[in-house]
């Protein structure tokens, strides 16, 4: 079977994910998610003039030769509506937040005023200009000012902001379902002992928490043997319960899979081999509709597939736009030969990176990179791409991707 290339691979796939149906939701249960349309503003914000500090409101012009002694006539906190006007020679004792009351257009703060004993009068010790320590409606938001558009990441400040418009609910797209599946007899889980030619199947709570940080529902379908009926039942419950399917293994070429001849009965699968090292082969294609994401067995393989096919996916499927949904890719310096042979694959190099004095991002090999070295991809924060050749001399410029859950300041 010809390699297929990467980008080819990764369109094929994202064309087949389609976005996520929006839901509405209350704001507690919007974090992170996507927007699913536009919000405008319907208000301003702040909804009235107030005080930016505490102090004394005051009419800018009878501060004119300061120090001044002003009559005290009220005081108002925030959350009170003003019943007082300042008139000339007078002042307004307000706190924070607190709305300016008629008459005033500027506020001293309170470390440039002494007031008297019986608080009826306040001396001023300097001149202030009209508008001083004023926060003015709409000075943050004006009605028809656009607040979210389609795609937009509910960040904690865009839900400040919601907030502040009196928004209760908001439409996003839902958190992608994703169900994860082991498969094989060779698998153990703990606390069972291994017997000879078995292994702990470490890709399952691989997968699963990797689709958990995708900002996906993880779901988990279990470890499955190798038998036709129960594997049949296993994806008929996960493509019926969950918006997409993850498994791994099974999925090189030569297999003689019990996987691969339950999907090909089930559903529309393709079957590849990318041109890539870690995570040559693939498998990918809907079954009942719904995506599912055959990732290869070694736990370093199917780390790398994931971060190249199903991540980007379901994040799209969740409404996130690409520069979003993607890992973010940054230009680094090599911090020591990353060395390769020409074999007409990309090869995806776990490294560690870190910024520089300079403002530059570093990399350096997280040691060993064959597929079945986990401690090493454990390591790693990113993954330096090196094109077909010979690979990177030190102070060669390469692409990173950004794996993120690890220092790089």
């Known amino acids: 079977m010809p390699l297929v290339p990467l980008d080819e691979a990764r369109d094929h796939v994202l064309a087949s994910c389609q976005v996520l149906e929006p839901v509405t939701v209350a704001l507690a249960g919007a974090l992170d998610r996507a927007a699913a349309g536009l919000v405008t503003a319907d208000a301003c914000v702040p909804p009235f003039d107030n005080s930016a500090m505490d102090g004394f409101a005051v009419r800018s012009g009878d501060t004119v030769g300061a120090p001044v002694t002003l009559e005290v006539v009220g005081t108002l906190a925030a959350g009170q509506a003003p019943e007082v006007e300042v008139g000339p020679g ?17 506020v001293v703060m309170v470390e440039r005023t002494v007031a008297s004993d019986d608080g009826r009068r306040v001396e001023v010790d300097g001149e ?7 926060r003015r409606a709409g000075d943050d938001l004006r009605p028809g000012d656009g607040v979210l558009a389609a795609g937009d990441v509910l960040t904690p400040g865009r839900l400040g902001v919601l907030a502040s418009l009196g928004v209760a609910e908001v439409a996003v797209f839902p958190r992608a379902r994703v169900g994860v599946l082991s498969t094989g007899d060779e698998l153990v889980e ?13 890709n399952r709570p691989t997968l699963l928490a990797l689709v958990a940080a995708a900002g996906c529902e993880a779901v988990d379908l279990g470890l499955v043997a190798d038998d036709e ?4 039942e296993a994806f008929h419950h996960g493509v019926a319960t969950c918006d997409a399917v993850v498994t791994s293994g099974g999925v090189s070429m030569g297999d003689f899979d019990l996987v691969k001849v339950v999907l090909d009965r089930l559903g529309d699968m393709r079957w590849m081999q990318v041109a890539i090292k870690p995570a040559k082969p693939l498998a990918f294609g809907t079954v009942g509709g719904t995506p599912v994401f055959g990732l290869p067995g070694n736990p370093v393989s199917s780390m790398v597939s994931f971060e190249l096919f199903a991540r980007p996916a379901l994040r799209r499927m969740m409404g996130f736009p690409p520069a979003v949904a993607d890992r973010p890719a940054v230009p680094a310096v090599a911090g020591e030969a990353l060395r390769r042979r020409p074999d007409g694959k990309t090869h995806f190099v776990r490294v560690i990176a870190s910024m520089g004095d300079d403002g530059r991002y570093r990399v350096r090999s997280a040691g060993g990179q064959a597929s079945h070295q986990l401690g090493a991809m454990a390591a790693a924060n990113a993954l330096a791409v090196l094109p077909d050749g010979e690979g990177a001399q030190v102070g060669d410029v390469v692409d990173a991707m950004l794996l993120g859950g690890g220092a790089v300041g």
Do not use: E, H
């Open 90 to 106: 007078q002042a307004v004792r307000i706190m924070t937040g607190a709305p300016v009351p008629a008459g005033a257009d500027a």
């Open 190 to 202: 703990p606390p069972a002992p291994l017997r000879p030619g078995q292994i702990r199947d470490s």
């Open 229 to 232: 009926a129960a594997l049949t």
């Open 128 to 134: 202030v200009a009209a508008g001083t320590a004023l």
